[in-house]
């Protein structure tokens, strides 16, 4: 392990490493999209094929690795889709952005059905995510609530985030089906009890934090990238107790789109450097052991998601590609 200085501060151990690791190999291609209109938040379905939303074009689209073709899909106009994800079934369901609905989208017949928000306050879902009960957790950022969808009985529960103007932004959830939120307006996480649905709001220890991913590795523990600090962080719910690390581009990092592969191993993008890094860190070592340019700059990576047959990570860009890299 390479020296590194650690300061304890209250709750808190902030480890800055000495120099960033390059590590592991890793191959990343870009395909460039078609259309215009800022493709991200893939999903890779039970076949392989690579779903995404345009979110500036306001269409669904897929990707097949193996033939290189994009198929596009239309919804409805105004939606603007933020994000998506792909059901057991094929369904494609996506967060109707700027209309304030979660969409369930057919790839056979094209067709849409839409789950309105019951609170028109809740007017910009953002991130979706299963739970093992097969319902649809989800944040909405600007109307600053966390929402659960059934989908047997079609019911949307909204919770109200405890902090004005909080934007509840990622969303992950954990081996007890507790959902786990980044409040990116605030210096604070976020996590719901998914029988009574009371939220708990855990304040981060520096006061100008701002998380806006997050991972929960298979021990539980949370973890979290700082868009405006630069670090990477954990959070451990039975000690409460936090640490973190610098990320190899410090302040400059702007640290976004994040993952973990099937090692348990955290995977993150420094989105605030030309061009942006894909960066990996192992929570064995605590090393940050891999750091890798993206070849077309990316402009930013806003999420990505990991696919196991393929030992890849699958992410947009800003420069209108849909990129796999691929861990060697």
């Known amino acids: 392990m390479r020296n590194r200085a650690v300061l304890a501060l209250l709750s808190i151990a902030v480890v800055v490493p000495v120099a960033p690791a390059s590590g592991q190999n890793v191959e990343i291609r870009e395909w460039p999209v078609e259309w215009e209109g800022r493709p991200r938040d893939p999903y890779v379905d039970g076949q392989g094929i690579v779903w995404f939303v345009g979110q500036a074009g306001n ?4 990707f097949d690795p193996t033939t290189e073709q994009f198929k596009r899909f239309e919804i409805p106009e105004g939606s603007h889709p933020h994000n998506l994800i792909v059901d057991t079934d094929g369904t494609v369901w996506y967060a109707g952005n700027r209309d304030a609905y979660i969409g369930a989208l057919s790839p056979e017949t094209g067709q849409v059905k839409r789950y309105d928000m019951p ?5 910009d879902p953002h991130t979706l995510v299963f739970d093992d009960a097969g319902n649809i957790w989800f944040t909405v950022q600007g109307g600053n609530f966390i929402g659960r969808l059934n989908k ?11 902090t004005e103007r909080s934007r509840p932004y990622g969303i992950e959830i954990d ?3 507790r959902p786990w939120i980044n409040l990116f307006g605030t210096n604070k996480l976020a996590t719901i009890d998914p029988g009574t649905m009371t939220l708990r709001e855990i304040e981060l220890p520096r006061a100008d934090a701002q998380s806006r991913r997050i991972a929960v590795t298979p021990d539980d523990m949370v973890w979290y990238v700082d868009y405006q600090g630069g670090y990477l962080g954990r959070y451990d719910p039975k000690t409460s107790q936090f640490q973190e690390w610098a990320s190899p581009s410090a302040a ?3 640290p976004y789109a994040m993952g973990q592969d099937a090692q348990g191993r955290l995977w993150f993008v420094e989105t605030g450097v030309d061009p942006n890094q894909f960066v990996g860190f192992d929570p064995k070592t605590e090393e940050f052991f891999s750091v890798t340019p993206i070849p077309s700059g990316a402009g930013a990576v806003r999420h990505m998601v990991f696919h196991g047959p393929t030992n890849s990570f699958w992410f947009g860009t800003d420069t209108n590609n849909i990129a796999r890299a691929t861990l060697n």
């Open 59 to 62: 269409y669904i689209a897929n």
């Open 252 to 254: 400059e990092s702007q």
């Open 119 to 123: 609170n028109p306050e809740a007017r």
């Open 152 to 162: 047997s009985t079609g019911k949307v529960d909204l919770v109200a985030s405890k």
């Open 175 to 177: 081996s007890q089906g």
